[in-house]
């Protein structure tokens, strides 16, 4: 069970029937007809203040996953909810709602992204869970999409999968997803607080761009491999919006009173040529950052935004640096009280976003904080000669774990939270660097 894309009057809660969920055959080991669930929710985790209740129908052709979307709720207020079929009770679940509009209060969060299965255990998330936000954010890579490797390097591979094959159809993303769905730390973090997730490539293909694969198949063939994988996508988190057959819409505002806007763009689906965001989403992006009034305007998406020079290489094509025409677009839009948040590189780092990059003393425009994975594991970063040809840089972690972050009418904070290791339950959890924003700048708070 989870909740998510709450708002200040409600919230969806969802929950999938899956008594077998890898089941070869038969989706979560289901029988091929609806079901009836029961929802509860609660002003407190013993069910005493029952605020609302009801039935929901779990359709097959679904997977048999439930969307309950909740409405008629308090704002900034906190809830607990539960699912039960048959005399089977779920886990209590904790939710909460977005603030009144008109709030000023601190708005606490979290920020994650790539959680691969299979290079360790999701002990950050089971951290993250215990800091009980207000609202979680997943930057992509919920899922990998790879099959079993056949020469796993040694020590990398920690957690085996059953599948030795990619996956490329909608049973075997049902599948992935149930087989991520099972961990226990995952489970953790979706009951401690509601989500709102968007999607990178992980979750349909490793570096595909708009409806081009990247691996030589027909662009015919890949959007049937699309929408199967935008599918298993909706049925296995609390979305409030429904694939449309190869498409699935990402990109939405959520605002968090008076405090923060988090708008939140995809940076993989529309994609092409030259062009980030298409051109649909880039107006409704302009229109969204002229008009915010909130303190902090948040834009979170997936991949790297600000510029990268690498000593022996070109920058990467995959990031914005890729598509710089969008960003200084972007940019040019960029007012008062910018952040952006990022994931998918598997490091942590923080920049200034500046009007020209290579000149310190140039217009701060913002700042990105990149949010380092779960688990997945980086590709060697040799920061001691990367960031002094990034002057704009300041910050570079390379260990697993999350972002804290709290928001307010005076401050924006973030910390770095990180785990040692992955390879084994249990590792403690510290605090690599802390910033806040000042002058649209990063200051470090930790030193």
């Not at 049925?235 to 708008?263: A, K, M």
Request: hydrophobic share 40%.
């Amino acid at each position: 069970m989870a909740s998510g894309e709450p708002l200040p009057d409600g919230v969806i809660l969802w929950t999938r029937l899956a008594p077998e969920p890898l089941h070869p055959t038969r989706p979560g080991g289901m029988p091929n007809q609806a079901m009836a669930v029961q929802w509860q929710l609660a002003e407190d985790e013993a069910f005493a203040r029952g605020v609302q209740s009801g039935t929901a129908s779990a359709q097959p052709d679904w997977a048999h996953s439930v969307h309950v979307r909740v409405t008629g709720l308090r704002p900034g207020a906190e809830y607990f909810y539960r699912f039960s079929i048959d005399g089977h009770t779920s886990q209590v679940g904790r939710t909460k709602t977005a603030p009144d509009p008109a709030s000023t209060a601190p708005v606490r969060f979290g920020v994650v992204s790539c959680q691969r299965y299979e290079h360790g255990f999701f002990t950050a998330l089971r951290h993250l869970a215990d800091e009980r936000p207000d609202v979680i954010l997943h930057l992509g890579d919920y899922i990998y999409e790879y099959g079993k490797p056949a020469h796993p390097k040694a020590g990398r591979y920690v957690r085996p999968l059953e599948s030795e094959a990619e996956c490329r159809t909608l049973g075997d993303y049902r599948n992935r997803y149930a087989r991520y769905r099972m961990d226990a730390d995952l489970q953790a973090a979706h009951a401690a607080a509601p989500w709102i997730a968007m999607p990178d490539d992980h979750e349909v293909r490793d570096n595909y761009s708009g409806a081009l694969p990247g691996d030589g198949t027909s662009p015919a063939a890949f959007l049937k491999r699309r929408a199967a994988a935008f599918k298993a996508y909706y049925e296995h988190l609390p979305l409030r919006v429904r694939p449309s057959g190869s498409s699935l819409q990402n990109h939405r505002w959520r605002p968090y009173g008076r405090v923060v806007d988090f708008v939140l763009v995809d940076a993989r689906q529309h994609r092409e040529g030259r062009d980030m965001l298409g051109p649909e989403q880039e107006q409704w992006l302009a229109a969204r950052l002229k008009g915010a009034t909130a303190r902090w305007k948040v834009l979170a998406q997936a991949v790297f935004f600000a510029p990268r020079k690498f000593p022996l290489e070109p920058p990467s094509t995959d990031a914005w640096d890729g598509f710089p025409e969008s960003r200084a677009r972007v940019l040019a839009e960029a007012p008062d009280g910018l952040v952006v948040l990022s994931g998918d590189v598997h490091n942590g780092w923080a920049c200034d976003l500046r009007a020209d990059w290579a000149d310190p003393a140039s217009k701060a425009l913002g700042v990105e904080f990149v949010g380092t994975s779960v688990t997945s594991m980086p590709a060697m970063t040799d920061a001691s000669a990367i960031l002094p040809l990034n002057p704009h840089i300041a910050f570079f972690d390379n260990r697993r774990g999350y972002l804290s972050c709290t928001a307010s009418m005076e401050d924006f904070q973030t910390d770095y939270r990180v785990v040692d290791f992955v390879d084994r339950p249990g590792a403690p959890v510290s605090t690599a660097a802390g910033f806040r924003v000042k002058g649209n700048k990063l200051q470090r708070t930790d030193l």
